[in-house]
């Protein structure tokens, strides 16, 4: 069984992840490190050459590699969740939480990043993270089976929640 760790970009999936994966025994697997080793490049560098639609294409490559494998945390890349196919075969060997922050902590947290392109090319920063939460935060809530705040909190104690969750259900 994985634990599939999905949510918009800077929410903890990552540093989650590596917590889980110490706590578990389980192998920690970052999707947007393996996306670049699929694709050899930066994931910028590849969008601007590409296109979205083509990242998209090899993401969900790396999602059912990745689905196909057990024992794993993964954290997955925000946008996994624009394609159904993706969801189903995460969910085919692992539980989904969805980490949600709000649009300003989000900002703070990844104001510095510049691993990932701009999604709409013209709004600012915080607009553009309010306008693609917008339009995920549905996929998210269907797709996952439980959904955790990351706001305000430390992340081991993220990662203990999701914990209590397993053991739980």
């Not at 159904?84 to 969910?91: D, F, G, V």
């Not at 104001?111 to 993270?129: A, H, M, Q, V, Y």
Request: aromatic content about 6%; glycine content about 8%.
């Amino acid at each position: 069984m994985n634990i599939v760790l999905i949510g918009y970009r800077g929410t903890g999936k990552s540093s989650v992840a590596r917590l889980l994966a110490d706590q578990t025994g389980r192998t920690a697997v970052d999707m947007d490190d393996e996306i670049v080793q699929a694709l050899g490049m930066p994931i910028p560098d590849f969008v601007e050459k590409e296109g979205w639609d083509r990242f998209r294409d090899v993401e969900s490559e790396v999602c059912w590699d990745l689905s196909a494998q057990d024992n794993l945390v993964i954290a997955t890349g925000g946008g996994v969740v624009t394609r159904p196919e993706n969801i189903a075969a995460l969910k085919a060997k692992g539980r989904l939480f969805w980490l949600r922050a709000r649009p300003k902590t989000i900002v703070g947290r990844i104001r510095d990043d510049s691993n990932r392109p701009s999604l709409t090319g013209t709004k600012s920063f915080l607009e553009e993270i309010e306008h693609v939460l917008e339009a995920r935060t549905p996929l998210y809530r269907a797709a996952a089976e439980f959904d955790i705040d990351t706001d305000d909190r430390p992340l081991q104690n993220v990662a203990d929640d999701i914990m209590r969750r397993m053991l739980d259900s």
